[in-house]
């Protein structure tokens, strides 16, 4: 008789099995086991469990090639299995995922695909976009895809549940104008933060509003400006009057910079309950003062320049200028909503992780090293297009680009994504942000690039020692292929590579992935009640035309301009939602499921972890100083995945 030793490790608190029995049988190179049946003292198979059992089998089996698994009762969750066999060799079967069925499971290197590509398919949910996991609803994704028990009472919250929570039962209905400021805040103050606090305190200064291009939830639209575009006839005398500075001067200086929203140009807007909202695609122009303030100095409401579409400046009254920051701030927020936030870190995160699944086979590094970047996305996206972006859907009831509006933003959005622009190095170099000071997001995203880059070269140079082994990698390049042809359909010039030639090209683009994944998306995601809680900083939407002339804005104006009582209540539940933390969140640096046995990969995950500790300490005390601390990029704050 012949004994393998089989260890059996289930998945954490998230992955619960109870049933009745388990069965395994071993193939080798010499043959294949009896059938044999896993039994332990203890209870079997409960979350957490690593269970040894002894398995006799009449003779050696040579090398081991697979394992088949079968299991009697209710879904068992399955983390890995080693065998070591009688001459001490130990063979590692990852399986992370569950059984569901009574079938004969086959694990081998490379034969879960088949059973991947036809449980991922594509679908295309709107014509213009990335292609996205085809399920009718969040219950028919695979059981691998769900969410835990615990997260999933989390996110079927919904609005009226939020309204609740947040206590603004009684404004939810209301459908009245705002007559004051203070009746908003009267409603603001039922959830409060540090950072909206400060939001609510500041919101009128320029300095803040300028700020919030840099530290905001969307530092993703400013740039430098080399010189004025031809729609925005801005003068010397209209930003610099009675001052030795000139506009030209400024920009050789690197002191100029502009803000474009061009992208909503002729977006059609939404109507809200019978009334028309409005949509504008400002250009702001912005000046970096001596004492490194970002201070808007002029601000064009239409793309197209004219007597009916005056710059205001701060020069002008109070509520004027007051007024055309609005109609920025609602601009801002619909293209960070779908945009920054949901198509670039969302739905193309989809597209990585639906790849993965369906090219790279378990037992790879690179299924290994993206797994925890890409849990609960497709879960997450599923929910928000039954419930952010459908046709009774939050973005289409009370934003002012819902409906038609938000896909032609989506659609032109994805026809400007680049690879440079999602690759932080490159992008903040193309826009000219490099020496722009208190740039809290690129200072901490380019040390988090950076960690994330040591990290993923490390651990796949071990794999990969020559180019020629990316070149041959057949499951990389179909990878690669995929996010190209379901990314980007019949997108040209993206900057994307077609194909990996060298080791340096896929690690860079691995760590693009995991970033985007995990730090881009709590950039841009984390902070969305802080900054958008109190509506006046962040209107959702906007129920009056832009002005058309100055000199006529008043404190009723702009409260007339503002979105209904009921449209802001809603505005506040969803972004206190996005904002919320996951109840059993995985943070950048933390793999609970050990998929890698080699030394190498495991000393990588420990220095990369260390990397981040440091990093997380440096950010801390930088931010001690700080009137408005930045720590959306904290790796502490950070999840590994887009699962909120």
Not at 272 to 299: C, F, N
Not at 313 to 321: A, F, I, V
Not at 450 to 475: H, P, R
Request: hydrophobic letters at 35%; one cysteine or more.
């Amino acid at each position: 008789m012949t004994t393998y030793i089989v260890t059996v490790s289930t998945g954490d608190e998230t992955h619960t099995s109870k049933f009745h029995s388990a069965f395994i049988t071993l193939g080798g190179k010499e043959g294949w086991s009896d059938r044999t049946k896993l039994t332990s003292l203890r209870p079997p198979f409960l979350q957490g469990n690593v269970l040894t059992f002894e398995m006799a089998c009449n003779r050696p089996l040579g090398e081991l090639l697979a394992i088949i698994l079968e299991k009697q009762g209710d879904p068992w969750f399955v983390a890995k299995l080693e065998v070591k066999s009688p001459l001490g060799d130990l063979y590692h079967f990852p399986v992370h995922k569950w059984i569901t069925d009574c079938n004969k499971h086959y694990i081998q290197e490379g034969s879960d695909l088949e059973e991947k590509q036809a449980l991922y398919r594509w679908n295309q949910f709107k014509d213009g976009l990335p292609f996205s996991m085809k399920a009718d609803s969040s219950t028919s994704l695979p059981l691998d895809e769900h969410f835990y028990y615990k997260k999933d009472l989390d996110m079927i919250f919904t609005g009226a549940k939020a309204i609740s929570m947040l206590k603004l039962r009684q404004w939810a209905e209301c459908k009245s104008k705002w007559t004051n400021i203070e009746d908003i805040y009267y409603l603001y103050r039922c959830h409060r933060t540090k950072t909206s606090d400060y939001v609510y305190e500041h919101w009128k200064d320029n300095s803040f509003f300028g700020y919030q291009f840099l530290n905001g939830v969307n530092p993703m639209m400013i740039r430098r400006c080399k010189t004025l575009p031809r729609n925005f006839p801005v003068t010397d005398d209209m930003v610099f009057k009675n001052q030795n500075q000139k506009l030209t001067k400024e920009m050789e200086k690197g002191n100029i910079f502009l803000c474009d929203y061009k992208i909503l140009d002729g977006v059609k807007p939404n109507n809200i309950k019978g009334k028309d909202q409005y949509l504008v695609a400002p250009l702001v122009l912005l000046h970096k003062t001596s004492d490194d303030k970002l201070m808007p100095i002029a601000i064009q409401l239409k793309q197209s320049p004219g007597k009916d579409n005056p710059i205001f400046l701060p020069s002008d009254t109070e509520w004027d200028w007051l007024l055309a920051k609005t109609f920025v701030r609602n601009a801002d927020f619909n293209v960070h909503e779908l945009s920054s936030h949901l198509l670039r870190t969302h739905l193309l995160p989809e597209v990585f992780a639906v790849a993965l699944l369906r090219n790279i086979p378990m037992m790879h590094p690179l299924h290994k090293l993206l797994m925890p970047h890409v849990r609960y996305t497709m879960m997450i996206n599923v929910l928000a297009r039954e419930r952010l972006i459908s046709d009774d859907g939050v973005f289409k009831k009370f934003t002012s680009s819902g409906g038609e509006g938000m896909f032609t933003i989506l659609q032109r959005a994805l026809t400007s994504v680049t690879y440079r622009s999602l690759c932080l190095p490159d992008d903040i170099s193309d826009r000219g942000l490099e020496l722009l000071p208190n740039f809290y997001y690129r200072d901490d995203g380019l040390d988090l690039w950076n960690i994330i880059y040591s990290f993923v070269k490390g651990t796949l140079q071990y794999y990969y020692n020559k180019d020629e082994m990316v070149q041959e990698d057949e499951a990389v390049q179909q990878w690669l292929c995929e996010i190209n042809s379901k990314g980007f359909p019949n997108q040209k010039n993206t900057g994307i590579p077609e194909s990996f030639k060298t080791v340096d090209e896929l690690v860079k683009f691995v760590t693009m992935v995991i970033f985007t994944c995990s730090a881009q998306h709590s950039a841009v995601n984390s902070g969305q009640y802080d900054f958008i809680g109190w509506m006046p900083n962040t209107p959702v939407s906007l129920e009056r035309p832009p002005p058309s002339r100055k000199g006529e804005a008043t404190e009723e104006t702009l409260l007339h301009t503002f979105p209904a009582m009921d449209t802001t209540v809603q505005g506040m539940a969803t972004v206190w939602l996005l904002s919320q933390p996951s109840t059993d969140a995985e943070y950048l640096g933390n793999y609970p499921e050990q998929r890698f046995t080699e030394d190498v990969p495991l000393e990588n995950i420990k220095v990369f972890k260390e990397q981040l500790e440091k990093l997380s300490l440096k950010i801390c005390q930088r931010n001690e100083g700080l009137d408005l601390p930045y720590t959306y990029l904290d790796p502490k704050n950070v999840e590994n995945s887009v699962s909120l």
